[in-house]
Structures are given as structure tokens and as C-alpha cells.
């Protein structure tokens, strides 16, 4: 794969991906065929920012956790307010990194 359809993916996509992770990612891309890159490239990625708007306003009925695929956290959540409120602020702190961390797991996945 050239450098520059890497770095323009890199660029567009860095916001949904872990910062740390970044320069073996761009590794992996480099490594790629044009096949493999295509499907890449075309992959959609869960915004960190919307997961962390969700997560304030609806965050105590379990709906960020539903969104991230953590089905059994997101009923706990539902059933119970959120733990009173503790997971609900727990959540507010951690759901960029969580959804960052997914992005990049999903991408491996592929690669």
C-alpha cells in the first residue's frame, strides 16, 4: 500500500481510533494489499464523541453500553438507574476510550 493513501487514512480516522496504537496501525496498512485496503478504507467507526453525549443523557438507562455491544452492562444499567448513578459517572470518564479501543479491536479483526 502507497504512504500517502495510508497517511490519508490515518489522518481521516484517528479521532475513532487509541492514539498509542497509531503507529502499528500504520504499519499493519502498510503491509496490505489493494484488496484488503479497500475493505478497510470502507469501514465505518463508532464516534467517541457521540458515545460520550449518549452516555450524559441517557447514559443512566444503559443506552452507551447497548451502543458499544455490552448488552448484559446495558440491562444492569437499565434495570438498576445506572448503579444509582456510580456506573452512569464511571461511564462519563470512560466511554471515549472504551469506544476507541473497539474501533481498533473491530479493525484488527478485518486486518
Known amino acids: 500500500m502507497t504512504q500517502d493513501k495510508v497517511d490519508m487514512f490515518i489522518m481521516t480516522n484517528q479521532k475513532y481510533l487509541p ?3 497509531i ?3 500504520k504499519q499493519k496498512l502498510l503491509d496490505l494489499d ?3 485496503f479497500s475493505v478497510v478504507s470502507t469501514m465505518e467507526f463508532k464516534n467517541p464523541t457521540t458515545l460520550l453525549l449518549v452516555s450524559i443523557f441517557l447514559g443512566s438507562l444503559g443506552i452507551d453500553r447497548f451502543m458499544l455491544g455490552e448488552v448484559g452492562l446495558g440491562i444492569l444499567k437499565l434495570l438498576t ?3 444509582c448513578g456510580i456506573l452512569t459517572i464511571i461511564d462519563w ?3 471515549q476510550k472504551r ?3 473497539q474501533n481498533y ?3 484488527m479483526l478485518v486486518l
Open 81 to 83: 438507574l445506572g448503579l
Open 34 to 36: 489493494e484488496n484488503r
Open 93 to 95: 470518564f470512560t466511554v
Open 105 to 107: 479491536n473491530e479493525l
Open 23 to 25: 503507529v502499528f496501525l
Open 19 to 21: 492514539a498509542e496504537k
Open 99 to 101: 469506544t476507541r479501543d
